[in-house]
């Protein structure tokens, strides 16, 4: 079991930046993958962007390619989702996500809330 709190959204107006946080327990991450996915209202879940835990390889959306970096860091045991260059249409919750390897991502944070206001 793999706990996830994500942390750090709010409110910011179009062209500013935020910070969000995931601290992760309960297991090992060495084999995951961590990835941020965002629901909008009215929409879907998407993804945002996913990190190998222990390379360190990145994959992001394209609708935030360049505006948006995740990171890890291996001794807090935290994925940061920096988010720059925000667009009202970034407004969304985000959720932190973790799958062992290719499977499915099945453990999900309560998601935190981004408001961006034009």
């Known amino acids: 079991q793999v706990r996830l709190v994500e942390s750090g959204g709010g409110l910011v107006q179009a062209g500013g930046s935020l910070r969000l946080s995931c601290a992760a327990s309960?297991?090992?991450?060495?084999?995951?993958?961590m990835g941020w996915f965002r629901q909008a209202p009215g929409k879907e879940r998407e993804f945002v962007a996913d990190?190998?835990?222990?390379?360190?390889?990145?994959t992001y959306a394209d609708s935030v390619k360049g505006r948006f970096t995740i990171s890890r860091d291996k001794a807090k045991n935290t994925v940061a989702l920096q988010m720059n260059s925000l667009k009202p249409e970034d407004t969304a919750v985000y959720y932190c996500?973790?799958?062992?390897?290719?499977?499915?991502?099945?453990?999900w944070g309560q998601g935190t809330r981004v408001t961006v206001s034009s």
């Open positions: 309960g297991r090992t991450l060495s084999n995951y993958y």
């Open positions: 990190i190998i835990w222990s390379a360190a390889s990145t």
């Open positions: 996500a973790a799958k062992y390897r290719a499977a499915g991502y099945e453990y």
